[in-house]
């Protein structure tokens, strides 16, 4: 049996009909770690985790059937879990230690599932390609060379390269999405409150969301079902009912209407992207689905938007990291201000410095209504613009990225153009909405790109099942 090559589901059955132990697959995943440590994807392989294996292998023995019951998870660096460290792969939280556990681990917990490690990120989240962690660049699962994609790069090359069964990773502004991409996997950013961001290490407040990185679409489906729901800890969290997803994919999409934007058929013209974006669309067309073109006016806007937003967010929540309250702090200060100003330029990167100087730019009494107040104005009329196109269809058809991954350095002293690369994404978070990506074709480097569906809120069901119709067909339609 290759476990590499199992999906999620089938390791879940595997474990179920003790056709596996979870002690076997944990010590597999923790040597494929070990393999593949030159790629950089996990920053720790927790000390208890073949200790929890065995307790879980006792539990399926005696009947337990949490639905992750033995499965090997990875989590993002952000994510808390009681006594466990949780560095944001920032050298300023690099001996903390987290005294509680996030919702999302809970259930994890709860459902069975054997957290083995922590997974590299760019630091504090804010980055799009991996190269930002304190603890070294994550390379790409596909080729050693080129970025893995962020924020959430360690988590998807943890799933790519079979390091684990799955893995959580938490998307802002296209930070679950964009790394799936660009490592030829599934990746989803729920509904804004579909899951608890209850003990994430909050980069942007209101845009943040935590979201599952697997290798198939009904993986995905499956894994946001345990991860979903409402959290008394968390206010932004809802009490929608939530979805078997699973059970939703019933591969009929016949009465799907798929939203094609105009203004996001101009935008890719002319980029890596292009040809495979029009192809689905044909493809979609021939199928007998009804594509219908829609409109989202300020479209060009929404990046301005966004990077106006969450830095200003992020500026006040990192507030709290000054030297004196959290982990690292500078020796041989004469007074608090000193210890203010040298913890936080020793233990800040120069990409979360940009963004802090940005947030308080947009912040300041001088520019407050200039910049901050007018970007949450757009960000009111691209959501009701947006959930206007969707009142004509089910389903918004985006590229996830503009092409494949790119090497390791080329972007990195180029902010701007790395800004860029999330032109497809930060629209779901700026309006709340579900969105997924599957891979859907190779660039000319023969590496994966993704398409991605947006749809209305708490219907991401409709995304699951059209992306799993999609996924079956991807070989017949050459786009894989």
Known sequence: MDISKLSLLEIVEKLRQREVASEELVKYYIDRIEEYKDYN???????????????????????????????????????????????????????????????????????????????????????????????????????????????????????????????????????????SSFNGLVGMKPTYGRVSRYGIVAFASSLDQVGPI????????????????????????????????L????????????????????????????KTYFDLIERLKSQGNEIVEVSIKDLSLVMACYY?????????????????????????????????????????GKEVKRRIMLGNFVLSSGYFDA????????QQRLKKQTLDALASCDVLLLPTTCGEAFKIGEKI???????????????????????????CGKGENGMPLGMQFVGKEFEESKLYNLADYIERRRSEWNMI
């Open 308 to 348: 106006i937003i969450a830095p200003a967010e992020a500026t006040s929540n990192l507030g709290r990291f000054d030297g004196v309250k959290y982990s690292r702090r500078e020796k041989g200060c004469q007074d608090i201000d000193e210890i203010y100003i040298k913890s936080r330029t020793s233990g800040f």
């Open 41 to 179: 994807a996990v920053l720790e392989v927790f000390e208890d985790a073949l200790d929890r294996a065995r307790e879980m292998d006792e539990k399926i023995k005696q009947g337990f059937e949490g639905k992750l019951a033995g499965v090997p998870v990875i989590i993002k660096d952000n994510i808390l879990y009681k006594g466990k460290k949780a560095t944001c792969a920032s050298r300023f939280l690099e001996d903390y230690v987290a005294q509680y556990s996030s919702t999302v681990v809970e259930k994890l917990i709860e459902s069975g599932a054997v957290i083995i490690g922590r997974a590299n990120m760019d630091e504090f989240a804010m980055g799009g390609s991996n190269e930002n962690s304190a603890y070294g660049v994550c390379h790409n699962a596909l080729d050693f060379d080129r970025v893995a994609g962020g924020s959430s790069g360690g988590s998807a090359v943890s799933v790519a390269k079979s390091l684990c069964a799955c893995a959580l990773g938490t998307d802002t502004g296209g930070s679950v999405r964009q790394p």
């Open 214 to 245: 697997t290798k198939t679409v009904k993986d995905n489906a499956y894994l946001l079902s345990v991860i979903s729901g409402y959290s008394k800890y968390d206010e932004t969290s809802k009490k929608e009912e939530v979805e078997d997803y």
């Open 247 to 274: 059970s939703k994919i019933d591969g009929d999409i016949k009465d799907l209407k798929i939203g094609v934007c105009s203004e996001v058929k101009e935008l890719v013209k002319g980029l890596p992207v292009e």
């Open 371 to 378: 910049y901050y107040n007018k970007a949450k104005k757009v």
């Open 413 to 439: 002293e180029d902010p701007i153009s790395m800004y860029k690369e999330d032109i497809f994404t930060t629209l779901a978070n700026i309006t709340g909405l579900p969105a997924l990506t599957l891979p």
